[in-house]
């Protein structure tokens, strides 16, 4: 099960441009990592003070891949 949906989903809730959000998925073995890209002037929301928001996400994110015995990683890509 892919996990790309809800993770896109969480971010476009916070970002002001959701219309350039993208968000790559890769898979190796039981683990998924989600790389999240979004415009400029939303990294510094995505990523919250202290990294509070997208801790959060890694944290819902993370909690509905134990359901199905995976591991999920989300990164934010900042280039």
Do not use: F, I, N, Y
């Given at each position: 099960m892919s996990y790309a949906?809800?993770?896109e989903s969480?971010?476009?809730g916070v970002v002001q441009h959701a219309?350039?959000?993208?968000i790559e998925e890769e898979m190796s073995?039981?683990?998924?990592?989600f790389i999240v890209r979004v415009a400029d002037?939303?990294?510094g929301k995505i990523i919250g003070k202290s990294g509070r928001v997208v801790s959060a996400i890694r944290?819902?994110?993370?909690?509905?891949?134990a359901?199905?015995?995976?591991?999920?990683f989300v990164k934010i890509d900042t280039d």
């Open positions: 949906p809800l993770v969480l971010v476009k219309d350039q959000v993208q073995g039981h683990t998924r990592t002037e939303d990294v944290c819902v994110v993370s909690a509905v891949a359901r199905d015995q995976e591991r999920a």
